[in-house]
């Protein structure tokens, strides 16, 4: 009973936060997209292959979720984007509290777009709203066409699905249909069929993205 | 302040029940094994093959836990061994609680052997302790060979690793050295290489396993 308490109050203390940091967002003009899904969906390289294909036009910014290590933030620091690494130390998830801190290493007057990378985890993130415009989520194809079903709360958060991995869909005898059925009966949702590693699918999501963007006014 | 101290006391409970659990499981000489991993690592699969090798010389039970759905119970119980299976309904990972409930649902004289699937998520799991004899990650393959660095927390408290769906290690450029360092970095865990699909190197993991419930007197 005192638990339960207790946590809701964490989560009106993260909905506070969140939506201050909504504020700053708007204030700044800055559309900001959270990526969660499992460990080793493919987050990190999404984010690479997007940033290549936006970074000439629109001026991107990143912030990045892990337990430990600072090995995705390099990358993305390679690529020529400003990132902050945020290192949770343990936590499953990125709060609206880290966001806040984070912001402070920025400069969003110089940013238009900036991605969240969160924690690898397909249930905990889902729960902890950051102040963002968008979420997506990474689904791989290794993971099994079963995901949506067995892991609901995290599609019935996000504003699109992003089906990675798609170019090994015959090694894994994935059927992409029940995979489609299975995020339907839960939401009505964009799915991007997409595989970082043969380029496919991806302008369908960037202009998705870009789409999302403009309707906001941004 | 006050969260910190209520999650300490939610452990404290937890830590409770779980010692009530493994006092059950010593007194009816039931070995228990804790298989943790993320989403579509291969958690069932391994135990569907597991039971098939075992099936005929150890009484087995398992205990399934999921956010949603009783798909994988259903293999589980296809394959002829008592199974519960827990919904979490939206929890991130079992714990001492679930596990007591559940087992008021098997008669433990009958079952020598008792794995329990925990939720797939490659962090929260970690961090409860059910009163299990031993702990094993899942860790696949796809997932790419970082997880040990980025994931510490579930390998410093797991008894071995079983390195996935390894006849895919030249497709994914996986690097099974990288991926065996950072493992030894954090703890020396006993690492077999397994796939599910062509069998490769499960009898290592079954030998393993026996010596295991052998070494505790079972």
């Known amino acids: 009973m005192k638990v339960i308490k207790v946590a809701a109050s964490v989560m009106r203390g993260n909905e506070k936060i969140a939506l201050e940091n909504q504020a700053v967002f708007r204030n700044n003009n800055v559309f900001v997209v959270n990526i969660m899904g499992s460990p080793g969906a493919g987050k990190t390289t999404l984010l690479l292959k997007t940033i290549e294909a936006l970074k000439d036009n629109v001026r991107i910014g990143v912030i990045e979720g892990d337990i430990a290590t600072s090995h995705d933030a390099e990358l993305i620091h ?11 130390e343990g936590a499953c998830h990125l709060d609206a509290r880290m966001i806040q801190l984070a912001l402070t290493h920025f400069n969003l007057a110089e940013i238009d777009l900036l991605f969240i990378e969160n924690v690898g985890n397909l249930v905990c993130p889902a729960g902890f709203n950051l102040g963002e415009s968008a979420r997506v989520v990474v689904s791989s194809v290794p993971e099994g066409d079963d995901k949506p079903k067995k892991y609901p709360g995290m599609f019935r958060v996000v504003d699109a699905v992003l089906l990675n991995k798609i170019d090994l869909s015959g090694v894994f005898g994935f059927n992409i249909n029940t995979f489609r059925e299975d995020v339907r009966q839960t939401r009505e949702l964009e799915i991007f069929e ?6 496919d699918g991806l302008s369908g999501w960037i202009d998705w993205l870009m789409g999302k963007r403009s309707a906001v006014g941004y």
Chains 1, 2 share one sequence.
Do not use: D, E
């Open 78 to 88: 390679a690529a020529g984007v400003p990132v902050v690494q945020i290192n949770t």
């Open 194 to 199: 997409v595989s970082c590693k043969t380029m």
